[in-house]
């Protein structure tokens, strides 16, 4: 780091804080040379999260667009804010940590889908219904019978554990 003062490359930390909820840290320098001091602040870097939809065109990744999603799918379901809320933490933390910066809408839909299906299954059904856009009712049917299978099977694993 480069004294302010006298621009000599050496300085030695006296303090660092944490400011801004954790995000960011503040640092009291000590100038090796001229022994002025002076402050820094260091700020881990944010890069942004594309979207490309399906026809190919990129827009920002948006919390509220999945909220926003959501919010309909479990409209009069017993799940809360908060686990709406940290569902969609989640779902952009997982998808910053591919260290991609772009994502395609479909994975976003997808890991909605897999871990909506978790929390309320009526809600994940209709979101799929939305997302997957069910032509008619025999798609609807085939997701049903889907997810009715996956619970049998899910059912058998438990009653072999318990024995």
Known sequence: MKCPYCAHEGSRVIDSRTTDNNST???R????SCQERFTTYEKYE???????KSD?????????????GLYKATEKRPVTEEELSGLV?????EMLNKMEQVVTSKQIGNLVMEKLKKID????????S???EFKDVQNFKEELDKLLLENQEAGNVCENQER
Request: a positive charge; glycine letters at 2%; proline letters at 2%.
């Open 89 to 93: 933490k989640e779902i952009k933390a």
């Open 130 to 132: 939305v997302y997957r």
């Open 25 to 27: 840290i503040r640092r």
């Open 56 to 68: 190919g065109s990129r827009e920002m990744f948006s919390e509220e667009k999945i909220l926003s």
């Open 46 to 52: 944010r890069v942004p999260l594309l979207v490309e």
């Open 29 to 32: 320098r000590e100038c090796e």
């Open 121 to 128: 299954e009526v809600a994940y059904v209709r979101f799929a």
